[in-house]
């Protein structure tokens, strides 16, 4: 009988010790938060208000767990006229959550500043730092770098991550590593950009987790729709709609150890779900 009592013992042990080493493997979420690429969809048809497909997904994600904000990537209307932004609003209003914009090419405008106020600004949540940017052709340069700067120096000690958000894929060059990535429309590419040179180095000394998000992709079914590539502390990430066959968005959800989890939502069917492991994407 005690030799019996000593084996359920030990197998209580061994249970309770299991579940211990689970709970913290698994971390509950702190928070989450979407991205979305190109949301006025596609070029050849052009309507008023967001992309119908990403429209209609409005509804799952306001009710997906402790989604905290929401930020567009940039072309977010066709053109940046009061109508179309009119019109988009009505959309953008229907989110339960902050909805932040990156400024795109089909964005800049009167319209935008008297909606937006800011093309670039910062502000922090749960311990992570958000940069909103709106590149100048591409680049990071005058006074959006001194903004970036005084940003980061000011701010990295007392963050978890940085996340950075732009419209421009600014990392993309058509004769680097990402050349096959088809971006949107390539001859808005200016010939170079500041990124390597000038931004890269600014990021790749943090002790930070860096993640930039870029949304000028997928607006057709000829260009690619998603992009993942990650570099010592640095992650870049491509996301865009409009295709019709592969359009996507990106949910972050970042746990209670800091840690950050990536969801590429699929749109073009129901219910929505993991269109692919966003990490285990291939450069073409």
Not at 7 to 12: A, R
Not at 192 to 202: D, H, L, Q, R
Not at 250 to 270: A, R
Not at 275 to 280: C, G
Request: proline share 6%; charged share 20%.
């Amino acid at each position: 009988m005690r030799n019996i009592k000593i084996t359920i013992l030990i197998s209580v042990v061994i249970i309770l010790a299991l579940v211990s080493c689970n709970n913290k493997e698994i971390p509950g979420i702190k928070y989450s938060f979407f991205v979305a690429g190109h949301t006025y969809g596609n070029p050849t048809k052009p309507q008023y208000g967001l992309y119908p497909e990403f429209k209609n997904a409005i509804p799952t994600i306001n009710n997906y767990n402790k989604m905290a904000l929401g930020v567009l990537v940039g072309d977010v209307v066709a053109k940046p006229k009061k109508d179309y932004w009119d019109s988009a609003m009505v959309d953008i209003d229907k989110f339960k959550m902050p909805i932040h914009v990156s400024a795109g090419n089909h964005d800049i405008g009167p319209a935008f500043t008297e909606i937006f106020k800011k093309y670039y600004y910062q502000f922090k949540y749960e311990d992570d730092l958000f940069i909103i940017l709106t590149p100048n052709k591409w680049n990071i340069d005058g006074k959006r770098k001194e903004f970036l700067t005084k940003t980061l120096e000011d701010n990295y000690k007392d963050v978890d991550n940085i996340f950075i958000f732009c419209h421009e894929l600014i990392w993309w060059s058509p004769d680097s590593i990402f050349g096959n990535v088809e971006i949107n429309y390539r001859p808005h590419y200016p010939g170079s950009t500041n990124y390597w040179a000038e931004i890269n180095p600014m990021l790749d000394t943090l002790p930070n987790n860096v993640v930039i998000f870029a949304g000028d992709l997928g607006c057709t079914a000829q260009v690619s729709s998603y992009m993942y590539y990650n570099y010592g502390n640095i992650t870049l990430i491509g996301t865009g709609m409009g295709g019709g066959k592969v359009d996507n968005f990106v949910i972050v959800e970042v746990d209670n150890n800091n840690n950050i989890n990536y969801k590429l939502i699929g749109l073009n069917k129901t219910p929505y779900s993991e269109m692919a492991k966003l990490e285990d994407y291939i450069l073409p």
